[in-house]
T-cell receptor, first 112, second 113 residues
């Protein structure tokens, strides 16, 4: 039972353009969402998060949007850079409970 | 900086062996986690611990056990390794709190032959 889904296994984008990575969830109890970035042979690193009381959070080139009614969130990267090429994982948790549920990941390739 | 250190980057073990994967964190985090990463399946939680000697099963605990005798150390044990446990294993730690993110180690690539 995949509670966090990333339906696009891969995405290719030209350098300088926008990258949009999507994530859907099924558990309405999730109230905090995170994005992680993972390079090969390294552990994931935290990128950006959003609480369910917000619908947008921005940090530099990275913006996360949350649509609670659709149970959907997206990560926008503008402008995309070759160094952004990595696997991106969406994750979700329920407040007060420490278990984090991850999606299957989307491999982003930014083409110079 | 938070540091989560896994004892090995690469391990090769034989089927049936007992395997220990060790993880140490240096930021006094209450919570520690073990995940495995497999192509097309993302990160799946094996076990986590929210305090010393406390543990809770994740989504795929079968074939694994864990030990947390000290706050900074969390061990994953494969009681009798099998080829379907060949995977990338990732340890993470976090503070307790609704908005606490997890910090990951560099991963251990385990191959069971």
């Amino acid at each position: 039972d995949q509670q966090v889904k990333q339906n696009s296994p891969s995405l290719s984008v030209q350098e300088g353009r926008i990258s949009i990575l999507n994530c859907d969830y099924t558990n309405s109890m999730f109230d905090y969402f995170l994005w992680y970035k993972k390079y090969p042979a390294e552990g994931p690193t935290f990128l950006i998060s959003i609480s369910s009381i917000k619908d947008k959070n921005e940090d530099g080139r990275f913006t996360v949007f949350l649509n609670k009614s659709a149970k959907h969130l997206s990560l926008h990267i503008v402008p995309s850079q070759p160094g952004d090429s990595a696997v991106y994982f969406c994750a979700a948790k329920t407040g007060g409970y420490q278990k984090v549920t991850f999606g299957t990941g989307t491999k982003l390739q930014v083409i110079p | 900086d938070v540091k989560v250190t896994q004892s090995s980057r690469y391990l090769v073990k034989r089927t049936g062996e007992k395997v220990f994967l060790e993880c140490v964190q240096d930021m006094d985090h209450e919570n520690m986690f073990w995940y495995r990463q497999d192509p097309g399946l993302g990160l799946r939680l094996i076990y986590f611990s929210y305090d010393v000697k406390m543990k809770e099963k994740g989504d795929i605990p079968e074939g694994y056990s864990v030990s947390r005798e000290k706050k900074e150390r969390f061990s994953l044990i494969l009681e009798s390794a099998s080829t379907n446990q060949t995977s990338m294993y990732l340890c993470a730690s976090s503070l307790t709190g609704s908005y606490a993110e997890a910090f990951f180690g560099q991963g251990t690539r385990l191959t069971v032959v």
